[in-house]
């Protein structure tokens, strides 16, 4: 994958994610994603989003079989990929995802926000030291 190719599918939507995490003084630069490793940072964000999304944090209601709840958790990553742009060469609209995956722009919202709130809880120190920020 080139820089102009990373930039596009990765470097705006990983900073976007980092001001809805922490505000927007902070970001990284792609001078530092190629120090890291451009592979080494996707793999960052990857790893951690199949983390949020797996059974550790994603509560199982025990009405819904196991089949349903796959299905919930994988739709729920999806849209949250989909919001964000990540690994994607732009981001959509509440309204864009509702449509695709047939829900309100409301509960994309919700969705959204629940997934920040767990990134925040439970991922943010590793974003913090992975991506060095000055973040207290």
């Known amino acids: 994958m080139n820089n102009a190719e990373f930039s596009i599918k990765y470097l705006k939507p990983i900073n976007n994610l980092l001001r ?3 505000g927007k003084e902070y970001s990284i630069t792609l001078d530092f994603c190629e120090n890291k490793g451009l592979d080494v940072v996707i793999g960052f964000i990857e790893n951690i989003l199949n983390d949020i999304f797996s059974e550790k ?3 199982f209601k025990s009405t819904w079989g196991k089949e349903r709840y ?3 958790i994988q739709r729920n990553k999806k849209i949250f990929h989909t919001r964000y742009g990540i690994g994607m060469k732009t981001d959509h609209t509440l309204i864009d995802i509702g449509n ?3 829900i309100s722009r409301e509960r994309v919202r919700q969705i959204q926000a629940k997934t920040l709130r767990l990134l925040r809880r439970n991922m943010a120190h590793k974003f913090v030291i992975f991506f060095d920020l000055n973040y207290e």
Do not use: D, T
Request: glycine share 0%; hydrophobic share 50%.
């Open 57 to 59: 944090y994603v509560k």
């Open 100 to 102: 695709k995956f047939e």
């Open 20 to 22: 809805s995490m922490f």
């Open 70 to 72: 796959i299905k919930f």
